[in-house]
């Protein structure tokens, strides 16, 4: 049967960098063995889900140079590729595993729910259902469906005996049904779960091997129960190891730039990035840390996959793209800085902002250089952070809060955008504007002059401006607080 594999990322935030080291060892894979790489988008949390989002994971994952054989812009044998197109499917699923009693329905309320995990809270007992609805009949909950009474559909776990399964890069695994929950399949909305429809479309896609990370592993047993009880056949367990900040912690946006859109913006070039995501966990052989994407595809071999987390070191990625720009000719050098920043579409966006504020040529790019470069000098903005009457740790506080609220701004970064959010944060943290805006501008330019804030911030772009204020409060985070004087 040939190789197909699949990523499948969820359209809620930013292009994510986890996606694209998943989606690299997925696309090697295919390529090595000569099967098919397939991208399914699982939009099936309709309260975070935004095509803003879908499109903003399609440009970076095409930016980043791995190319899909089917999905959603693309068509396939076997659409539609977004989860949220396949709602009927799921269902007449879900009726299957009612029909074979492999799942049942619920209806306990939302009511009850809570107050069965505080129960269990205050018995320390482990979170979960307690299967009230199982021992209903199934004509009854039948019965009460057709009435119109709200449910969920829930997989019926085998309570005795264990699940085994064998991912390549660890063997067998086995897990005590008695300690796996009766998992939600089909919403009340008629949505599907990630489990339900995760299992469904890889059996209807004809998916071969799941290649995904490891945080997966422990929903895989409900997966196994699932394919057995549709008495499909489950497909190569691969779980990845997961990427790592410095401090071995699963990586993540407070301690690193975890988007793609920030390490296109910082000028990391696509095929380094490519490269570097390579590196994790994974060896090309000997101490070669420098190769192409065709060259992987070429060695690659699952036995050269490491279990060891791999640590996301931003001074290495520097470090390698450095490398690849010292092989640059001078000509592709040039294109390659153009089509960063010095593009004239780029350049027309700066001038209106800067123009009226030099009076020679000379002092253009002194006014544009917070525009041009990466992470600010926060020693020399220093005391500026702090507005006059308020605390460093308060006004990290601050910073970092508001950088959560950015990002619920999707698709949507614009100069309205930012300062009604801004505005409405100010009132919310019973700031005046004046002075967030103060520490927003030192923050993201590093200056107290500076061309309109939000004018500067948009064109700045979401991540440079995130990662600016991040950054920002984690130094006023960790200033040394003025002690009480002495009695």
Same mark, same amino acid.
């Given at each position: 049967?040939?190789?197909?594999?699949?990523?499948?990322?969820?359209?809620?935030?930013?292009?994510?960098?986890?996606?694209?080291?998943?989606?690299?060892?997925?696309?090697?894979?295919?390529?090595?063995?000569?099967?098919?790489?397939?991208?399914?988008? @699982?939009?099936?949390?309709?309260?975070?889900?935004?095509?803003?989002?879908?499109?903003?994971?399609?440009?970076?994952?095409?930016?980043?140079?791995?190319?899909?054989? @089917?999905?959603?812009?693309?068509?396939?044998?076997?659409?539609?590729?977004?989860?949220?197109?396949?709602?009927?499917?799921?269902?007449?699923?879900?009726?299957?595993?009612?029909?074979?009693?492999?799942?049942?329905?619920?209806?306990?309320?939302?009511?009850?729910?809570?107050?069965?995990?505080?129960?269990?809270?205050?018995?320390?007992?482990?979170?979960?259902?307690?299967?009230?609805?199982?021992?209903?009949?199934?004509?009854?909950?039948?019965?009460?469906?057709?009435?119109?009474?709200?449910?969920?559909?829930?997989?019926?776990?085998?309570?005795?005996?264990?699940?085994?399964?064998?991912?390549?890069?660890?063997?067998?695994?086995?897990?005590?049904?008695? !300690?796996?929950?009766?998992?939600?399949?089909?919403?009340?909305?008629?949505?599907?779960?990630?489990?339900?429809?995760?299992?469904?479309?890889?059996?209807?896609?004809?998916?071969?091997?799941?290649?995904?990370?490891?945080?997966?592993?422990?929903? %895989?047993? !409900?997966?196994?129960?699932?394919?057995?009880?549709?008495?499909?056949?489950?497909?190569?367990?691969?779980?990845?190891?997961?990427?790592?900040?410095?401090?071995?912690?699963?990586?993540?946006?407070? !301690?690193?730039?975890?988007?793609?859109?920030?390490?296109?913006?910082?000028?990391?070039?696509?095929?380094?990035?490519?490269?570097?995501?390579?590196?994790?966990?994974?060896?090309?052989?000997?101490? /070669? @840390?420098?190769?192409?994407?065709?060259?992987?595809?070429?060695?690659?071999?699952?036995?050269?996959?490491?279990?060891?987390?791999?640590?996301?070191?931003?001074?290495?990625?520097?470090?390698?793209?450095?490398?690849?720009?010292?092989?640059?000719?001078?000509?592709?050098?040039?294109?390659?800085?153009?089509?960063? /920043?010095?593009?004239?579409?780029?350049?027309?966006?700066?001038?209106?902002?800067?123009?009226?504020?030099?009076?020679?040529?000379?002092?253009?790019?002194? #006014?544009?250089?917070?525009?041009?470069?990466?992470?600010?000098?926060?020693?020399?903005?220093?005391?500026?952070?702090?507005?006059?009457?308020?605390?460093?740790?308060?006004?990290?506080?601050?910073?970092?809060?508001?950088?959560?609220?950015?990002? %619920?701004?999707?698709?949507?970064?614009?100069?309205?955008?930012?300062?009604?959010?801004?505005?409405?944060?100010?009132?919310?943290?019973?700031?005046?504007?004046?002075?967030?805006?103060?520490?927003?501008?030192?923050?993201?330019?590093?200056?107290?002059?500076?061309?309109?804030?939000?004018? #500067?911030?948009?064109?700045?772009?979401?991540?440079?401006?995130?990662? /600016?204020?991040?950054?920002?409060?984690?130094?006023?985070?960790?200033?040394?607080?003025?002690?009480?004087?002495?009695?």
């Amino acid at each position: 049967m040939p190789v197909r594999v699949r990523i499948a990322p969820s359209p809620t935030g930013d292009p994510h960098v986890g996606t694209a080291y998943i989606a690299l060892f997925n696309y090697c894979f295919a390529k090595h063995e000569g099967g098919s790489f397939v991208l399914r988008i @699982e939009d099936t949390d309709r309260t975070r889900s935004t095509p803003e989002s879908e499109q903003a994971i399609l440009r970076a994952l095409r930016w980043v140079g791995l190319v899909w054989d @089917e999905g959603p812009d693309v068509g396939g044998p076997f659409g539609p590729y977004r989860q949220s197109e396949r709602g009927e499917i799921y269902r007449r699923h879900a009726d299957v595993l009612l029909e074979r009693g492999r799942a049942y329905r619920c209806f306990c309320t939302a009511e009850r729910l809570g107050e069965l995990r505080e129960d269990q809270k205050l018995a320390k007992l482990p979170p979960g259902y307690d299967g009230r609805c199982r021992k209903l009949a199934a004509e009854e909950g039948a019965a009460r469906a057709a009435a119109g009474e709200v449910h969920v559909v829930r997989l019926a776990m085998p309570r005795e005996g264990t699940t085994v399964f064998t991912d390549r890069l660890r063997g067998p695994l086995e897990f005590e049904n008695a !300690k796996i929950d009766d998992q939600v399949l089909l919403k009340s909305d008629g949505f599907p779960t990630y489990h339900l429809a995760n299992v469904v479309d890889d059996h209807l896609m004809e998916i071969t091997h799941v290649i995904r990370a490891e945080e997966w592993i422990s929903s %895989t047993p !409900k997966h196994v129960v699932l394919y057995d009880a549709f008495g499909w056949q489950a497909p190569e367990f691969v779980h990845m190891p997961l990427l790592r900040n410095a401090d071995r912690s699963k990586i993540s946006k407070r !301690k690193n730039p975890v988007s793609l859109d920030y390490y296109e913006g910082a000028g990391i070039l696509s095929e380094t990035l490519l490269n570097f995501l390579g590196l994790m966990g994974w060896s090309f052989g000997g101490d /070669r @840390e420098k190769f192409t994407l065709p060259e992987m595809i070429e060695a690659f071999d699952f036995a050269r996959v490491s279990l060891g987390g791999p640590v996301f070191d931003l001074e290495k990625l520097s470090w390698l793209n450095g490398l690849y720009l010292r092989e640059l000719s001078d000509d592709a050098f040039l294109a390659r800085l153009r089509a960063w /920043r010095l593009s004239d579409e780029h350049l027309r966006r700066l001038v209106p902002l800067l123009r009226e504020r030099v009076r020679r040529l000379d002092e253009f790019i002194p #006014s544009a250089e917070f525009f041009l470069s990466g992470d600010l000098d926060l020693a020399r903005c220093g005391v500026n952070l702090v507005p006059k009457g308020r605390g460093a740790k308060e006004t990290g506080t601050v910073l970092a809060a508001i950088v959560d609220e950015y990002e %619920t701004i999707r698709g949507n970064w614009t100069v309205a955008a930012l300062e009604a959010c801004s505005r409405a944060f100010a009132e919310q943290q019973a700031w005046k504007t004046k002075e967030l805006f103060m520490a927003l501008r030192v923050a993201a330019t590093g200056r107290t002059m500076s061309p309109p804030l939000f004018e #500067s911030m948009e064109l700045l772009g979401k991540e440079q401006v995130r990662r /600016r204020l991040r950054l920002a409060a984690d130094f006023l985070l960790a200033q040394p607080q003025p002690q009480p004087p002495k009695a």
